[in-house]
């Protein structure tokens, strides 16, 4: 698949969803989540059947600066009510689709991870982070809230009181303090290649979606 939001690579039975853009900031715009839906249900539909016996572990990566720093802010402030509702269903058919991926979906996360960019690496089942990533969903200091399903997500991850205190005060959270309250399972010099070695020893095992 060719797309201006991603590119898809391949190393042995994995698949590597590497996201670009032409600032390097890889916002998750109207376009570029549609995008992904499409990428993500074609691999779990055309690829993995041609797999027949095993479906192909996924793996989300940025580049070192960026994973992602989420929804484009321009996008949201030109919804109106009822365009806002249906971005965040839009959103959420995103993170559903990653979240119950038939094969361990990994966020190799390098960088800023921020706002929707969060949702993303949340929806994932694993998150491996470099030393120089960075978290947080800002919103907050925006007037805004996620409806990607990070506010569900994350309590169950790193407890209800943690996650408010990151959703209210609109904190960044560096790797190190991610991995501490369980935001992130490894931090890695290179987490591609952790996740694609966490993935490949997932793969000989059975694999039993989180959601």
């Known amino acids: ?12 039975p ?4 590497r996201l670009i853009s032409p600032d390097g900031t890889n916002r998750l715009t ?8 499409a990428a993500v249900n074609h691999l779990n539909d055309e690829l993995n059947d041609k797999m027949k016996k095993q479906p192909c572990p ?3 990566a940025g580049n070192r600066q960026f994973f992602s720093v989420g929804a484009d802010l321009n996008e949201i402030a030109a919804l109106s009510g009822p365009e806002a509702y249906e971005f965040s269903v839009m959103g959420q058919t995103l993170m559903n689709a990653i979240a119950s991926y038939p094969a361990p979906a990994i966020a190799a996360v390098e960088g800023h991870c921020m706002g929707g960019g ?6 994932c089942h694993r998150r491996i982070a470099a030393p120089h990533a960075v978290f947080g969903h800002r919103g907050a200091a925006l007037g805004l809230m996620t409806g990607w399903g990070g506010t569900q997500r994350l309590p169950r991850l790193i407890g209800k009181g943690r996650a408010l205190e990151l ?14 309250i369980g935001l992130v399972d490894a ?3 290179d987490p591609v290649a952790e996740a694609l070695r966490r993935a490949l ?3 000989a095992r059975p694999f039993t979606s989180l959601v």
Not at 1 to 12: A, C, K, L, Q, W
Not at 14 to 17: F, N, Q, R
Not at 118 to 123: E, G, R, S, T
């Open 118 to 123: 969060l949702d993303l690496a949340l929806a």
């Open 201 to 203: 020893n997932q793969r």
């Open 58 to 60: 996924l793996i989300i």
């Open 187 to 189: 931090i890695a010099d």
């Open 167 to 180: 959703f209210t005060a609109a904190e960044k959270v560096s790797a190190a303090r991610a991995q501490q």
């Open 30 to 37: 109207h376009a570029c989540v549609l995008a992904l839906t």
């Open 1 to 12: 698949m060719t797309s201006p939001f991603f590119r898809i690579e391949s190393d042995g």
């Open 14 to 17: 994995v698949c590597i969803l």
